[in-house]
């Protein structure tokens, strides 16, 4: 099989498995386009990997729309469950059936929320890697955004040393520079500094989460929610994804 063959295999699978997007990259593009220390870089960690293949699934809009609320919770933990199982089925894939190392990088590469407060960085950013495997751009939220889901997606990496067709990096800027996530925050985290994305205290950011969590309802995701790119959103042009008395409802009860 050739590269190209190998990816459609490992893609079908992953569609069968639940991914709603998969793209892929080859692991010198975090040493061709540093943005993180290498340190971070795939190679560095596991020296046999040669790509990493992202899988992306949606969230959906009218949930989202209800944070911070039990409703989000259960889409936020039943995403993280599909992500875990997807990816852990993909490596398993490659490597019992098509006879390649492989391995997934958990989907959020840290300990506990309350970690983050200390040092506000994951093992691994998926984001980044869904920017280099083509999924989306990082928008000014410093979210990944789609074309497909706008930045309602979560994601998860396998890394592997198969051979794969690289996927294009997304040429187009998807972030429209509204400034919904700046200006809904609700701690006023993200802030204009000049530069193509907006400056953000994650410090900040992870207390709040840390702060709903305590009461039962988390994570935040309002900017995620605001933002108005992704097909997704055509669905409910002529419609509310959710009433204001919706949310109300949805954050009332049940956390
Ligand atoms: S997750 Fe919430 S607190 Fe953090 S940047 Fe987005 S809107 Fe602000
Ligand atoms: S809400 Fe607007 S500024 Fe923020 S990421 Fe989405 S498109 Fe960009």
Redesign the pocket.
């Given at each position: 099989m050739n590269d190209v063959e190998i990816k459609e295999k490992i893609c079908q699978k992953a569609r069968d498995l639940g991914a709603g997007m998969v793209r892929s990259c080859s692991v010198k593009k975090w040493s061709d386009i540093p943005i993180q220390e290498p340190e971070f870089w795939p190679e560095n960690i596991w020296p046999w990997s040669r790509n990493v293949i992202v899988l992306a699934i949606p969230l959906f809009a009218p949930m989202v729309q209800t944070t911070p609320s039990m409703v989000y919770q259960e889409l936020y933990d039943t995403s993280n469950r599909i992500l875990d199982e997807m990816s852990y089925r993909l490596a398993n894939y490659i490597v019992s059936e098509l006879g390649y190392r492989a391995i997934f990088f958990p989907r959020d590469c840290y300990y506990s929320i309350e970690v983050l407060t200390e040092n506000p960085n994951a093992a691994f950013s998926h984001v980044l890697a869904g920017c280099y495997a083509g999924i989306g751009s990082i928008?000014?939220?410093h979210?990944l955004?789609s074309r497909e889901y706008?930045?309602r997606m979560r994601l998860v990496s396998v890394i592997t040393d198969a051979p794969l067709a690289e996927d294009p990096m997304s040429e187009e800027d998807?972030?429209?520079?509204?400034?919904?996530?700046?200006r809904e925050c609700p701690i006023q985290c993200l802030k204009e500094n000049g530069d193509d994305i907006y400056s953000m205290d994650k410090i900040a950011c992870t207390r709040h989460h840390v702060g709903l969590k305590n009461d039962h309802h988390w994570p935040c995701g309002k900017?995620i929610s605001?933002?108005?790119?992704g097909e997704d959103m055509k669905m409910y042009r002529n419609v509310k994804a959710v009433t204001p008395e919706g949310m109300v409802h949805c954050q009332k009860f049940g956390s």
């Amino acid at each position: 099989m050739n590269d190209v063959e190998i990816k459609e295999k490992i893609c079908q699978k992953a569609r069968d498995l639940g991914a709603g997007m998969v793209r892929s990259c080859s692991v010198k593009k975090w040493s061709d386009i540093p943005i993180q220390e290498p340190e971070f870089w795939p190679e560095n960690i596991w020296p046999w990997s040669r790509n990493v293949i992202v899988l992306a699934i949606p969230l959906f809009a009218p949930m989202v729309q209800t944070t911070p609320s039990m409703v989000y919770q259960e889409l936020y933990d039943t995403s993280n469950r599909i992500l875990d199982e997807m990816s852990y089925r993909l490596a398993n894939y490659i490597v019992s059936e098509l006879g390649y190392r492989a391995i997934f990088f958990p989907r959020d590469c840290y300990y506990s929320i309350e970690v983050l407060t200390e040092n506000p960085n994951a093992a691994f950013s998926h984001v980044l890697a869904g920017c280099y495997a083509g999924i989306g751009s990082i928008g000014d939220s410093h979210n990944l955004i789609s074309r497909e889901y706008g930045p309602r997606m979560r994601l998860v990496s396998v890394i592997t040393d198969a051979p794969l067709a690289e996927d294009p990096m997304s040429e187009e800027d998807l972030c429209i520079h509204c400034g919904r996530c700046r200006r809904e925050c609700p701690i006023q985290c993200l802030k204009e500094n000049g530069d193509d994305i907006y400056s953000m205290d994650k410090i900040a950011c992870t207390r709040h989460h840390v702060g709903l969590k305590n009461d039962h309802h988390w994570p935040c995701g309002k900017c995620i929610s605001v933002c108005p790119v992704g097909e997704d959103m055509k669905m409910y042009r002529n419609v509310k994804a959710v009433t204001p008395e919706g949310m109300v409802h949805c954050q009332k009860f049940g956390s």
